[in-house]
């Protein structure tokens, strides 16, 4: 009798134990979104459609070119509109708010920190994340350090896939947020 | 007898469990702070008051004064002092340290990564913050990504108030620092 | 009986309860690392071994030159060498990228966001950083907010410590990463 109540307090112990909070040993996530957000920079001449500006540069570059040397040296400061699927023009469900810094002189690489702020029928806060985007990678993961509203304290991976660019005007990048810290 | 045994194991689990580290699925904070901070923008003028200053902006526009369109683009570093109560002048506990970038071009929206250093006889470490910060709205949540000292390993919810503001130079902050995770 | 199962419980409990994840009431480190980088400033004469430039300076200064005042306002983005001990030209282990800013008027003080891309035999992964770097202090703590591939999911603290400078052009900083959330 005793060891039966001791297998099934065992089986208790995995099936409880888990969700305070929902963290789990195998990786799996316990919220996953697909997002999408297009990044159009400011370059002199589209300020009606620009949704990102140069603000800092190197010594010798201007803010209206991605400077040469891999862009190292730029700041680029952004409110993207972020959607569900690739078109530009589908249903905008948030903004995705803060900043890339470009910050390797042979090669592209950027140092992202922004916040996916979202607001629609089926979610609603916010999602940030931070580190490092080597952009010439199929894939490449950056932490997602803090969410608030639904996604209040979440933590998780994001893996960013650059999805389609014209030229260093426009960029599309694929996110999927991995959640393995639910709250 | 084993059913009993079963039942004490039970409500020991759920007693036991949430202290390693404490964290509650109720979400009511482990530990809660409320601090003010006071910001005042470099103008040209007041280099002895400023605690800020403007270091990027888009073309066209300089870094003595806010940027028009919503201040997009510009990057205001700070190290703020940091009070527990609305007054300037109320003893310093430590101070507000980092950036924020006015980052939307319709509306105001800033991203915030800054951390609170504090030393006092109270409390003795660091807090960092990081996130979207729309500024217009009463209150906003951003997620406190991290701690050191008497915060160590803390994570949580900030929910932030402008209190005060005086034309585009002062402006100052309440700040509810909620911890959800504390070790 | 039913006394000797709620002990074995009761033991068990404590055994297998923390694992998941692996989080210490104790604070000992679940992993440690020590990285040294290596950060070389841009001066307008030092192009080819520079890692590192002013890309935002405040009103008056300049990008070749840290700017007075204890270099308030200055943005420095940074793609530093990592070595595993305190000399420039030892085998690589990876990358640290990002940017520091002097966010001081009256000391030095620095606001740090960077992320370890480590690519060895040893560790593949990344290890993101934030946090206040009051640079005078011998030690000072910085939050280490996220990682990913042999990091994932990891938080911790890491204690930077100056190991070297020469002039404003060189300096060599020694970090302790003690991560204290493993998965």
Known sequence: MGVKV????????????????VKRPQHAPCKHLVLFFHDIIYNGSNAANATSAIVAAPEGANLTKLAS???????????????????LHSNQVGRAQGSYIYDTKNTFTAWLGFTFVLNSTDHRGTITLAGADPT????????????????????????????????????????????????
């Open 136 to 183: 010439l990678k199929k894939t490449r993961d950056v932490s997602v350090i803090g969410g608030t509203g639904d996604f209040f304290m979440h933590r998780g991976i994001a893996t960013i896939m650059t999805d389609a660019f014209e030229g260093q005007v426009y960029f599309r990048l694929r996110v999927d947020v991995k959640f393995y810290e639910c709250w």
């Open 6 to 21: 001791a297998l099934v307090v065992f089986f208790m112990f995995f099936v409880l134990c888990s969700p305070f909070p």
């Open 69 to 87: 040397q891999f862009h190292f040296g730029n700041i680029v400061v952004f409110d993207d509109p972020v959607t569900l699927d690739n078109n």
